[in-house]
């Protein structure tokens, strides 16, 4: 038996209870981990509010990302030991509600249990994937973001937003970060922010153009959209991507077709279950990322812990 974090409806941090579930038998291509440590993020909390693109089915399970050790292998599972340290990466391989990593033990698909390195501590390999791979994806692999260029990350104190910094810093961008206010400035330039605007202070795309000397950013990194995306297309230079990777902004978002026109702009949503799908680029990503971390250039930022019967306070 195992401590299992399940919902039976929709709603607030208050929907997730701890049952006592047998440990699942893993299948053919699966593995079962004993976790050791499970990350937090944005698709969690939607899907247990019910605005995920995969819809819950009661009961439901939760949770992409976790850190722990291969106990039993299925059939057929060949490139994995028991006793191997793995972290499971995001991916559409993986139902959160059927086979969520929120618990003592979860039976996965093997593709997605990835060894990540020694130095790092359980809670910093279940705070790998999620952030790294989102951001490299789209900065590196899909942007090609070269050195001096300029890009603009929005919601940058976010795991994501740190994440991307240190990718770019990494590539020898100029790196733009916005926040909403002004108190997180300082460390997001410890982070490695060439700049940083707190957008509820600060024109946003006048900034952007003072910093990049009149040209604006090729790539904006943004989780937001709604009416910012007008100020980012603003912000952004002739021929530039914006690329939206969530949806923070509750309500609708208008398309800037005229901003858009006049610089010949690209909007592309992206994610990273879609981007991992291709292993060529997954084997890729892991290359560069476990690079950076070797080097320096990335660090897992762990904001806070909290034991497994605090999972509410958590969410």
Avoid at 256 to 282: C, H
């Amino acid at each position: 038996m195992a401590r299992i974090v399940q919902f039976f409806k929709t709603g607030g941090p208050e929907v997730l209870i701890l049952n006592d579930l047998a440990d699942r038998e893993p299948g053919p291509g699966e593995v079962r981990i004993r976790i050791e440590a499970i990350g937090l993020n944005r698709a969690e909390v939607m899907l247990r509010q019910g605005i995920y693109h995969e819809q819950p089915e009661f009961p439901s399970r939760i949770g992409y990302e976790a850190a722990g050790v291969v106990e039993e292998l299925g059939p057929g599972v060949a490139a994995l030991s028991v006793g191997e340290r793995v972290a499971t990466v995001p991916s559409f391989a993986l139902s959160q509600t059927r086979q969520g990593v929120y618990g003592e033990t979860a039976t996965v698909p093997a593709e997605i249990a990835l060894a990540y390195p020694s130095a790092l501590s359980p809670v910093e390999g279940a705070a790998l994937w999620m952030q790294y791979l989102t951001a490299y994806g789209a900065l590196v692999d899909y942007g090609g973001l070269g050195v001096e260029e300029a890009v603009l990350i929005t919601a940058a104190s976010s795991s994501v937003g740190i994440a991307a910094i240190q990718i770019a810093k990494d590539c020898g961008a100029k790196v733009i970060a916005s926040t909403r206010g002004a108190e997180k400035k300082t460390a997001l330039l410890d982070h490695g922010a060439d700049h940083v605007i707190a957008s509820e202070e600060e024109d946003l795309s006048t900034r952007v153009m003072e910093m990049t000397e009149g040209e604006g950013a090729r790539i904006v990194f943004d989780p937001i959209a709604g009416p910012m995306l007008n100020e980012l297309a603003a912000a952004a230079a002739p021929y530039g991507t914006i690329y939206e990777y969530g949806a923070l902004h509750p309500g609708e978002t208008v398309y800037p077709l005229m901003p858009m026109l006049a610089k010949s702009l690209t909007i592309t949503g992206y994610q990273v279950l879609d981007y991992v799908r291709e292993p060529a680029r997954l084997q890729r990503a892991r290359r560069s990322i476990f690079a950076g971390l070797e080097s320096g250039a990335l660090k897992p930022i762990i904001d806070r812990t909290f034991p497994l019967d605090e999972i509410v306070a958590a969410h």
